[in-house]
Every structure is written in structure tokens, then in C-alpha cells.
């Protein structure tokens, strides 16, 4: 009777005549499904808060970053969901910006007294999309470690 060995990519037994043949597929069968989900993966979730901060004068927010993050992303052929706190919309320099932005849909405000990097993460894991932020969500990898490998990093 010829040895059995188990492949490493699915645990399925061959003959060890068949089983270099088996791997081989199942290698490609594995690389095509993660391009797939790369893909798939075309929804960003964006931290408002984040990108409204950042390089603004004097801490107040900028809605142009806004602007120009939702512009570059579309561009880029991704679909941007922006998730902003509720007091941001106080603290903004042009609130019309934001709220042109809320009414086409593609804003979503946490909860007053709800922390927005939590909505953030809920709302990431509910589409299946990645995130755009510079903060690292340290206070969250032990309840969601799924985290460091969808977190994108920008630039202005």
C-alpha cells in the first residue's frame, strides 16, 4: 500500500505520487481566492474625525480634507464611508461641506456619547472593508484583532 501524506493548504490525504500535483493547485487555488477578496474588498471605511484633523491650523477641523480624501479615494475607484463623531459637525470650519457629504450617504455619525472609533470598527466589520486612519486603534486589538491587518494609512 503507497504512503499517504496530508496537504498542507486544505489537510485533504494523497498518495504521495499525486500529492506534489495537489499542493501545486491548491497553492494557485489559495492565491486566486486572496485576490479575490482584495478585490472585493473596494468599500473604505474612512475616520472623518482623523482626516478633518489632520494638518489643520490651530486644531480646527478642515472640511477640505474632507473634500480632497473623498475626491482621491472615488478617483482611485474605491467607494469611501466616512464616520465622523456628532460633535464634529459643531467644530468644523464649513458645515455644508459635511453635510453635503451626509446627504449623498456617504457620511455615517456615531451616536452622541458613543466613541466613533467603536462605530468605525462595527461599521468595518459589518461591510467587510478596510479602514482609513492614522490612529492605530490600540484600546481595541484585544476585542478586535482583525484590526492591524485592514487599518490603511494616508497622507494629505
Known amino acids: 500500500m503507497p504512503k499517504r501524506a496530508r496537504c498542507p493548504h486544505c489537510d485533504r490525504l494523497f498518495n504521495r505520487d499525486k500529492l506534489d500535483d495537489h499542493?501545486?493547485?491548491?497553492?494557485?487555488?489559495?492565491?486566486?481566492?486572496?485576490?479575490?477578496?482584495?478585490?472585493?474588498?473596494?468599500?473604505?471605511?474612512?475616520?472623518?474625525?482623523?482626516?478633518?484633523?489632520?494638518?489643520?491650523?490651530?486644531?480646527?477641523?478642515?472640511?477640505?480634507?474632507?473634500?480632497?480624501a473623498y475626491h482621491s479615494l472615488v478617483s482611485a475607484g474605491y467607494q469611501p464611508i466616512f464616520v465622523i463623531s456628532a460633535a464634529l459637525k459643531y467644530r468644523i470650519d464649513r458645515?455644508?461641506?459635511?453635510?453635503?457629504?451626509?446627504?449623498?450617504?456617504?457620511?455615517?455619525?456615531?451616536?452622541?456619547?458613543?466613541?466613533?472609533?467603536?462605530?468605525?470598527?462595527?461599521?468595518?466589520?459589518?461591510?467587510?472593508?478596510?479602514?482609513?486612519?492614522?490612529?492605530?486603534?490600540l484600546d481595541w486589538l484585544d476585542s478586535h484583532p482583525w484590526v492591524s491587518t485592514r487599518l490603511r494609512r494616508y497622507r494629505l
Open 23 to 68: 499542493i501545486l493547485r491548491c497553492r494557485e487555488r489559495k492565491r486566486r481566492d486572496e485576490r479575490r477578496t482584495i478585490q472585493r474588498r473596494r468599500q473604505l471605511v474612512v475616520d472623518g474625525n482623523n482626516v478633518a484633523f489632520h494638518l489643520s491650523p490651530h486644531g480646527k477641523p478642515r472640511a477640505a480634507n474632507l473634500m480632497n
Open 95 to 137: 458645515p455644508t461641506v459635511l453635510m453635503d457629504l451626509a446627504v449623498r450617504g456617504k457620511v455615517i455619525e456615531a451616536p452622541r456619547g458613543k466613541n466613533d472609533d467603536l462605530a468605525i470598527l462595527q461599521t468595518a466589520k459589518r461591510l467587510d472593508a478596510d479602514i482609513v486612519s492614522n490612529d492605530r486603534f
